[in-house]
């Protein structure tokens, strides 16, 4: 099986292509018949799932991934435990998960941008859903230590009250777009032309 396309989104970092990818290679090898059991890229297919954050369809193919290739390819079952760990929102989890495993040179390249997309997904979920939130709290959504997290969170502009070691979120400006009314637009282009003529 020629799985030089995968290989290429990975070394060109279009990580977003490589589930779609796979889903291609594998319905090429099922319509030539040809079995790809041992050989396949499960733990970067599921990566790439993980990647666009479509972790039902990672969960259905962890379920037909066979069972001797979940007990030999421990890498397999690691990139599923991220999964997993989505799956229930254990926030922390996945970035135990993520640090978890000594990856193969292909899938680290997933799982460094995984964890860096995933670290900034967490960002954004603090900034939108807390006004004020524990160090404890933010360093386990941030995947970071206690210390790493105050520190990243106070660049970002938050508070930090140390008597209670709580920290105040700083929101980020709302951009409202602002829609032109049709027919404001209409009497101001009358009216400009009425100046002209």
């Not at 790809?36 to 990672?58: K, T």
Request: hydrophobic residues 45%; glycine residues 4%; aromatic residues 12%.
């Amino acid at each position: 099986m020629d799985f030089s396309p995968m290989t290429e989104a990975l070394a060109s970092k279009s990580f977003e292509k490589i589930a779609d990818i796979c889903d291609n290679l594998m319905l090429q090898a099922a319509a030539e018949g040809i079995a790809f059991q041992g050989e396949w890229p499960f733990a970067v297919h599921l990566l790439g799932y993980i990647f666009v954050n479509d972790i039902n369809s990672a969960r259905f193919l962890w379920k037909s991934i066979p069972l001797a290739i979940k007990e030999s390819q421990p890498e397999v079952v690691a990139a599923w435990k991220i999964g997993q760990k989505l799956w229930v929102r254990d926030y922390a989890g996945v970035h135990e998960a993520l640090r978890g495993f000594d990856w193969s040179q292909e899938a680290q390249l997933l799982v460094s941008a995984f964890t860096e997309l995933y670290g900034k997904r967490m960002f954004e979920l603090l900034v939108s859903a807390y006004s004020t939130i524990s160090i404890q709290d933010t360093a386990l959504f941030l995947g970071m230590n206690e210390e790493d997290a105050t520190n990243y969170v106070l660049q970002q502009g938050w508070a930090l009250d140390p008597a209670s070691r709580m920290l105040t979120v700083k929101k980020l400006p709302v951009v409202t777009e602002q829609r032109l009314d049709p027919n404001k637009l209409q009497r101001l282009t009358e009216y400009v032309f009425h100046l002209e003529h």
